[in-house]
Nanobody, 120 residues
Framework: QVQLVESGGGLVQAGSSLRLSCAAS????????MGWFRQAPGKERDFVAS???????WYANSVKGRFTISRDNAKNTVYLQMNGLKPEDTAVYFC??????????????WGQGTQVTVSS
């Protein structure tokens, strides 16, 4: 059974940093693309960043230069380092495993999400 478990969310002030982690099990982690998405109340689930099995990365324009996605295939874990957080970054953040894409439908497995709240 595939499991993706996110951690690291919280309540922080604008300008702060957080690092999200997503631990994967039950799948061949190194052969999957991994992505981070976020969903604010009443809004659609939006692409944040993705990383290929070999380390290639892609970012949404809204987070480019502030967020960094990385992966440790030995630990079956993907990370999202978030710097310079803004109130508009407030959302539930989800990790996903599947094809490299900015579309949620291209991912096969999803975590339960972790809340990130940024106060002004």
């Amino acid at each position: 059974q595939v499991q993706l478990v996110e951690s690291g969310g919280g309540l922080v002030q604008a300008g702060s940093s957080l690092r999200l982690s997503c631990a994967a099990s039950g799948l061949t982690f190194s052969s999957h693309g991994m992505g981070w998405f976020r969903q604010a109340p009443g809004k659609e689930r939006d692409f944040v960043a993705s990383i290929g099995w070999s380390g290639g990365t892609w970012y949404a324009n809204s987070v480019k230069g502030r967020f960094t996605i990385s992966r440790d295939n030995a630990k079956n874990t993907v990370y999202l380092q978030m710097n310079g957080l803004k109130p508009e970054d407030t959302a539930v953040y989800f990790c996903a495993a599947g094809s490299i894409s900015d579309r949620p439908r291209d991912y096969d497995y999803w975590g339960q999400g972790t809340q990130v709240t940024v106060s002004s």
